[in-house]
């Protein structure tokens, strides 16, 4: 990427489009949401003595974010194309922002609970937003390529990233330093928006309403339901009413989308079989590694005993291999190929995640976790960037930021589901007469088999849907 010389934005607009900083401002943007999903893990117990939680209500700073985020994703995705997409980006970084120092200035746990909420929102707007304007951008080739190899690393990234940091503060600061730390970076995203981004072009039409609400109210009970399982079970009356509901919304929502003029997720974008097969393969893949993250950092803490800090500091050779595939993904993509690229990533995960899964009592650090660590890391720098592109790719301009909702969508839903079905298979693995710590360590371990198994229909999917018709 050129990061010198300015390169003029088409005819419509005297605005000049700086690749680089378009691509920073972008992807510090997604970082920060993700961060702000993994760097509370770490400060968890300190939050639960400051406010006040109970030991069952505690569930809820993290569920709150992850509610709102994932209830919200269909409708704010398709306000970026009918109002403007950097217009979106900005009003959703302000949310965030605003809501981050809400946060960090909690005095109880309702306080809490609500400001995490609100943040949630506006990652929901922020999210799709950075990627449609991705899209808008880097017009497919190289450059997107690249751009979408670094967009894709970033979960992974920076999951790991804010457990590191998320124990740094917790341990030596404060847990509120890590939202406080939001505000001067939402200052300079804004600042880097207004002065580099151009605004796209606004559709025209109307808001579909009825579609606006059903997949708001659908989304929200569907992801209410999948955290409710952990906590409840499957066989919970609650759990079932939300599954239903959401269902049934959702049904509505397809129903009445294939009869609106503009509905907020036009069906037309199911018609691609990679399309279909990259959403899919991203709801299992991003099951399997949101279990990995859960369920590693118990692991770590609770049976070979490291403190917050070390934990996080333990999932570094994740991170940095992650990262570096970042570097490597576009040069990758030209050797193998995206879909071969992405079939290659998988077969790795599935590998690193069932090594991870042998790990017991006294199982070495070095050759039991942080070695399947690094084949993990390989797998989410070389599969998620070819999921991202082969889901957004050959989409019409108007509809990208359906599409980018859609990606998300996935990827929230991936989160909820995955986690729902293996805290499931965690608590009904038992090891008659072990001690706690043996038990603990049995339970983790039938919780990364099953993220193995969801690591093993993932690549399945890939090789069906993506893979073969490339080949």
């Not at 050779?317 to 576009?330: D, E, K, W, Y």
């Not at 190929?337 to 077969?347: E, K, S, T, V």
Request: aromatic share 8%; proline share 4%.
């Amino acid at each position: 990427m050129n990061t010198e010389a300015a390169v003029p934005f088409p005819a419509r607009t005297t605005t000049l489009v700086f690749p680089t900083a378009i691509l920073a401002v972008i992807l510090v943007s997604y970082l920060v949401i993700v961060l702000d999903i993994s760097i509370v893990l770490t400060g968890l117990p300190k939050i639960q003595h400051d406010l006040g939680f109970s030991s069952t209500s505690l569930a809820w700073v993290q569920s709150a974010y992850t509610l709102a985020f994932g209830g919200l994703l269909l409708l704010s995705a398709r306000a970026g194309d009918l109002l403007g997409r950097r217009r979106v980006f900005l009003a959703g970084l302000a949310l965030f922002t605003l809501a981050s120092m809400a946060v960090g200035l909690s005095s109880s746990a309702g306080w809490m609970i609500a400001a995490r909420a609100v943040q949630g929102i506006g990652a929901a707007i922020l999210a799709p937003s950075s990627l449609a304007l991705l899209t808008a951008n880097f017009p497919e080739g190289p450059g997107r390529t690249r751009a979408v190899g670094y967009y894709g690393s970033i979960g992974g990234l920076g999951s790991g990233i804010g457990l590191v940091l998320g124990g740094f503060l917790a341990d030596l600061i404060s847990w509120r330093a890590g939202f406080f730390i939001n505000l001067p970076i939402g200052l300079v995203l804004a600042w880097a928006a207004l002065r580099y981004i151009p605004e796209t072009e606004k559709s025209t039409g109307k808001l579909d309403v009825l579609g606006a609400i059903t997949s708001t109210l659908g989304m929200t009970a569907l992801v209410y339901g999948f955290m409710h399982v952990a906590s409840a079970g499957w066989a919970n009356a609650g759990t079932l009413f939300s599954l239903l509901v959401g269902t049934l919304l959702l049904g509505l929502f397809v129903r009445t989308g294939g009869r609106a003029a503009q509905p907020i997720m036009p069906l037309g974008l199911f018609r691609s079989r990679e399309r279909v097969g990259a959403l899919i393969a991203r709801v299992l893949f991003l099951g399997a590694m949101a279990s990995f993250w859960f369920f590693t950092t118990q692991y770590l803490q609770e049976v070979l005993g490291l403190s917050a800090l070390q934990a996080g500091l333990a999932f570094l050779p994740t991170s940095v291999v992650i990262f570096s595939m970042a570097l490597l993904v576009s040069r990758l993509t030209r050797l193998f190929g995206r879909a071969r690229l992405l079939g290659l990533g998988l077969f790795i995960g599935v590998v690193g995640l069932w090594w991870l899964s042998r790990a017991g009592v006294g199982t070495p650090y070095l050759t039991g976790v942080a070695w399947p660590m690094l084949l993990i890391g390989a797998s989410q720098g070389m599969s998620l960037a070819p999921m991202t592109a082969s889901g957004i790719q050959n989409v019409n301009p108007v509809d990208s930021g359906a599409a980018s909702g859609l990606v998300n969508v996935a990827h929230q839903l991936g989160n909820s589901l995955g986690l729902a079905v293996l805290v499931t298979v965690f608590a009904a693995a038992t090891l008659n007469g072990a001690e706690p710590k043996a038990q603990l360590a049995h339970r983790i371990s039938a919780a990364l088999a099953g993220a193995t198994v969801l690591q093993v229909l993932c690549l399945l999917v890939a090789l069906v849907l993506i893979v073969r018709p490339a080949v």
